[in-house]
């Protein structure tokens, strides 16, 4: 209990919008006394695909805005912030070539800045300003308490300069006309301590039902739980940017009780039981899946207690016989999960991807990353050789 209402007031208090409100202001304060120009950092990596599609933005953004761009060359993040480097690497030059051709940018085109100081010790100093004020890796701005990475994030930084149309939108979903064709399976790679996997689900089943599609849930273990570390000024940055997606989609987001250990664990039991029974369902399993996930992430549930398992399993479908004490331990009992949720790692690291949450329409590319779902639409769209 103690940690429970531990946890979930330090989640509310992170993910405040009092608190960031007062973080810009308190930020702000001193810049305005002295009337000086606003400073925007940005770091720049420079073999990182990422940032060189963001150097794109710098020449319009300063054209367009009244401020002091100052950028600073980075070296690559450290091994626990980035394991995948190479898998990463691949995926991050196809993920970049997509985008920049949305966006209208030949792909040919990215460079790094040419007026960087890229010498030691300026990537050194870089190296140490970038951590000091929190963050890790590189493509990304900063402006007095906040960052924004990349032009994916860029929009809610013109939103601060005044800006009520960004350079660079989000990419709206479409909802074309759906096809004739059988209808396509998205794979969905998912976890049950990913915040950006509950982000994904409300459009992700909008886009299913649209298009007919069957979703096929592939749950994973927690990345620390599959050797992956986090870090500190990671996790923070995830749950802030989590909470800033949340608001923009309509989502309750920031009463947090992290599910890591056993709640993680009796979730993918009781997920597993879900994906069986609802097998003649488009979606099986999403129901439970998205119960879970707004509860931890939203509601403030400790799922590890059986009251809220129960609870989170009756919002999300079960009947009354199933929630049987009886009938949930036999489900917990069942350890059957685990040998389907290494399967669907591997095969998730042969489509070249790591994270989650990550998708897969057909036989097309992987895809990763809950704002990569309106390439997901379009590879949808594409499906019976509609181009």
Not at 195 to 219: D, E, F, K, M, S
Not at 292 to 313: C, K, N, T, W, Y
Request: net charge positive; glycine share 6%; hydrophobic share 40%.
């Amino acid at each position: 209990m103690i940690r429970r209402l531990g946890q979930r007031a330090g989640s509310r208090l992170l993910t405040s919008d009092t608190l960031r409100r007062l973080t810009h202001s308190c930020h702000a304060l001193p810049r305005r006394v002295m009337q000086r120009e606003r400073v925007v950092e940005y770091f720049h990596e420079l073999d990182d695909p990422y940032s060189m599609l963001a150097a794109q933005s710098l020449a319009p953004l300063v054209a367009r805005h009244r401020i002091d761009l100052r950028m600073h060359a980075v070296p690559p993040p450290s091994q626990s912030a980035l394991p995948q480097r190479a898998a990463w690497r691949v995926w991050a030059e196809r993920d970049v070539d997509r985008l920049a051709r949305h966006w209208g940018i030949d792909p040919r085109r990215l460079a790094n800045p040419t007026s960087l100081d890229t010498s030691s010790s300026a990537l050194e100093a870089s190296e140490s300003r970038r951590r000091r004020l929190g963050h890790y890796q590189g493509a990304m701005f900063y402006f007095e308490g906040e960052w924004y990475w990349g032009l994916d994030r860029l929009h809610y930084l013109e939103r601060r300069l005044g800006s009520a149309v960004p350079l660079f939108p989000v990419p709206a979903l479409r909802f074309e006309p759906p096809l004739s064709d059988p209808a396509p399976t998205i794979d969905f790679y998912c976890s049950l301590r990913s915040p950006y996997t509950y982000l994904a689900i409300a459009q992700l089943r909008q886009l299913a039902g649209h298009y007919g599609a069957r979703v096929r849930l592939r749950p994973l273990l927690p990345m620390v739980k599959r050797g992956v570390p986090l870090s500190r000024a990671k996790r923070l940055y995830i749950v802030r940017d989590a909470k800033r997606e949340a608001t923009r989609l309509g989502l309750r987001f920031g009463d947090i009780v992290d599910p890591l250990g056993i709640a993680v664990e009796r979730g993918l039991a009781i997920l597993n039981q879900a994906i069986t029974r609802d097998r003649a369902s488009l979606t099986p399993g999403l129901d439970f899946l998205e119960s879970f996930l707004q509860g931890v992430f939203a509601d403030g549930v400790d799922a590890a207690e059986p009251r809220s398992l129960v609870h989170l399993m009756s919002r999300s479908g079960f009947d009354s016989s199933e929630l049987e004490a009886s009938r949930i331990g036999a489900v917990l009992a069942d350890a059957s999960w685990q040998e389907e949720l290494e399967a669907n790692r591997k095969d998730l690291v042969a489509r070249g991807l790591w994270g989650v949450p990550s998708f897969q329409v057909n036989d097309r590319p992987a895809l990763w990353g809950q704002d990569r779902l309106w390439m997901l639409e379009e590879d949808l769209m594409r499906v019976g050789d509609r181009t």
